[in-house]
């Protein structure tokens, strides 16, 4: 328990305080003004203000004891009695704005007068002063503090001072009907005291309907859209941070709940991944306030696929590329092309396929792994080329030069060099060069990359 001398030392939670106690006094000189004027104006301002009562206790829980760190019977926190509250609270205030909606419609139909008194101009004037006041003020402390609350309290009750110039007025157009003709203010004094009431209820009823939703929201443990994109965005800059794999958010209270698991390099120390986890947990405590934050650290993914795909010896398999790794809904995917040995048995490879599988999931259990396989390409026969583009190449009077064939990790490029006759057309020279290509892709069906260079043939005309 704090002692109320470090309690009050904070300025945000000063600035609460001063503004629920301001809320109260306010609220006491409504209902005195009401019973003086039997106005049902400034009975539906009492409710309002009574509302705000609650609203300015939402704001002090939230910068102080909303922010009170979790203990041993409450291991998540103190924030759910802040939404229990939110809900009751606006429960009551809708009730209220009912009940005042049907009373001002009844009071339109009966005309009842209310009795204007000097008295609630004097009251509603001393809430202005009030309202302006303490939202300068809240306004500093929120800029100062980076505080949605208290900012939100600011607007609030910048937009008040409305609602009491409309009961000022409403006194002295009173005043002013009394002295002028008993008549006539009987006949619209009292429809315009229901109508400014109506107009009051709705605007706090949408206070205490928004107050409600949230409440809801977080009882319900809602995930927050707006909340998750931005612990997204701050997870990623921190240093050391490969990749951010799940953020769970939800806002209890005035507390936030985040999980986030992140993804670091393998090479690290576990004081080092250790370091960076610590970093992401400040790093969200700055972005969005009171907050309780776990960092699950992972290894990066690929990484761990790696490493697995290098513990496979096989024979058959000469090579694998293409690996592509994919976090969907249903799990990881581990996609690739594996090269095998092409005069391989079908059941031969599928012994290596199953290897392949199991290694990769040994490091991760629930990946899909998707293997498109590929004859190995050394297997080529030159010869069988050189039929093949001699073919196209006689058919246009030319002839097939060098073959050559360059093996690079696993990919294997070929050159062909053809002769055509001087006399060819560049076009008709680049559709003999695609036909040729297009043969090669019938007779290996695993794209080669194939360049067919064109000469002109010296040797004819
Ligand atoms: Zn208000
Ligand atoms: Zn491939
Ligand atoms: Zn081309």
Known sequence: MRSLYTYMSNEKTRVALFSLLASVLITVMNITAWLLTNSLAVLAESMHTFLDILVTTITLIAVSVGSKPPDKEHPFGHGKAESIGGLFGSLFIIVAGILIGYESAERIMMRTPFTPDMVAIIVMAIAIAIDVNR?????RAAVKWNSRALEADSYHFLSDVAIETSVIALMIIGLLMERLSIGLFDEWGALLDSLIAF?????????????????????????????????ANVTKSVQGVVSVKDIKARRIGSMAHIEVTIGVS??????????????????????????????????????????????VRNPLITNIHELNILESQNGVVVSMHMVVRSDAKLSDINKAVNEVESKVKQEIPNALVWIHLEPDKRA???????????AVCSKYGGR???????EAGGISA????????????????????????????????????????????????
Request: charged letters at 25%; a negative charge; zero cysteines.
């Open 135 to 139: 939202s300068r003020a809240l306004r």
């Open 199 to 231: 107009a009051i209820v709705i605007y706090f009823s949408v206070i205490g309907a928004r107050i409600m939703r949230t409440s809801i929201d977080e009882l319900m443990d809602k995930t927050s859209e707006e909340l998750i994109r931005r612990v």
């Open 266 to 311: 393998d090479h690290l120390s576990i004081a080092e991944a250790h370091n960076i986890a610590d970093n992401v947990e400040s790093a969200i405590k700055r972005e969005v306030g009171p907050s309780i934050v776990m960092v699950h650290v992972e290894p990066e993914l690929r990484e761990r696929v790696e490493r697995a795909l290098a513990s």
């Open 380 to 390: 080529i026969n030159i010869d069988e080329v050189r039929k093949a583009v001699n």
């Open 400 to 406: 097939v030069g060098d073959i050559n064939i360059v």
């Open 414 to 461: 070929m050159r062909i060099l053809v002769y055509l006759p001087q006399s060819m057309s560049v076009t008709e020279a680049h559709n003999v060069a695609t036909e040729i290509e297009s043969e090669i892709a019938k007779v290996y069906s695993m794209p080669y990359h194939v360049v067919v260079s064109v000469l002109p043939d010296t040797k004819t005309l």
